[in-house]
T-cell receptor
Framework: EPEVTQTPSHQVTQMGQEVILRCVPISNHLYFYWYRQILGQKVEFLVSFYNNEISEKSEIFDDQFSVERPDGSNFTLKIRSTKLEDSAMYFC??????????????FGPGTRLTVT | GQNIDQPTEMTATEGAIVQINCTYQTSGFNGLFWYQQHAGEAPTFLSYNVLDGLEEKGRFSSFLSRSKGYSYLLLKELQMKDSASYLCAVRDLMDNYGQNFVFGPGTRLSVLP
């Protein structure tokens, strides 16, 4: 069964450093998402991406964040100048979104980011 | 505004039935989804409702009342492996173009032998 993959599974970085989290969505899916979940808290939407551009972003997704689809398969989340409060599990999700039909999002296993 | 409420914790016995409630207030609505999340793992899809009524999927059923902003997830024949957090999420239409999921805080279910 096709699945969303994410690398690395765990990233440790120092405050102020840049990190890039990588995701490979399911190949025929059209919509991609990033979420984060701070330990013990709820899942929070960051950004959605369609047709090579951001279609929606939350208040959390400020100028320190950016997303990119550098090739046909990868979908990346870059965090510039990380802060301690960026420590969280970051989930990538993808969705087929066939027109006229509601669809589910498939989540990747997540990247645990620890900022020290 | 956007607000989704769920009970924080529930406990049930193996073999029993449990109902997890979710109430929501969002600016738009384009479906309500239920996810299961085991500790340290990603959410996995269980069920969704777009129209009012009951959707059944094996041991899991989900109900929606849009007029009341209310949904529940029903789990039957509980098994120990059902111990997990159950997340209610609403697909919220934002400004009529973008859509995103708004997640509730999750209900941590403990199944006891």
């Amino acid at each position: 069964e096709p699945e969303v993959t994410q690398t690395p599974s765990h990233q440790v970085t120092q405050m102020g450093q840049e990190v890039i989290l990588r995701c490979v969505p399911i190949s025929n899916h059209l919509y991609f998402y990033w979420y984060r979940q701070i330990l013990g808290q709820k899942v929070e939407f960051l950004v959605s991406f369609y047709n090579n551009e951001i279609s929606e972003k939350s208040e959390i997704f400020d100028d320190q964040f950016s997303v990119e689809r550098p090739d046909g398969s990868n979908f990346t989340l870059k965090i510039r100048s990380t802060k301690l409060e960026d420590s969280a599990m970051y989930f990538c999700a993808s969705e087929a979104r066939v027109p006229g039909r509601l669809d589910e999002q498939y989540f990747g296993p997540g990247t645990r980011l620890t900022v020290t | 505004g956007q607000n989704i409420d769920q009970p924080t914790e529930m406990t049930a016995t193996e073999g029993a039935i449990v109902q997890i409630n979710c109430t929501y207030q969002t600016s738009g609505f384009n479906g309500l989804f239920w996810y299961q999340q085991h500790a340290g793992e990603a959410p996995t899809f269980l069920s969704y409702n777009v129209l009012d009524g009951l959707e059944e999927k094996g041991r899991f059923s989900s109900f929606l009342s849009r007029s009341k902003g209310y949904s529940y997830l029903l789990l039957k024949e509980l098994q120990m492996k059902d111990s997990a957090s159950y997340l209610c999420a609403v697909r919220d239409l934002m400004d009529n173009y973008g859509q995103n999921f708004v997640f509730g805080p999750g209900t941590r279910l403990s199944v006891l032998p």
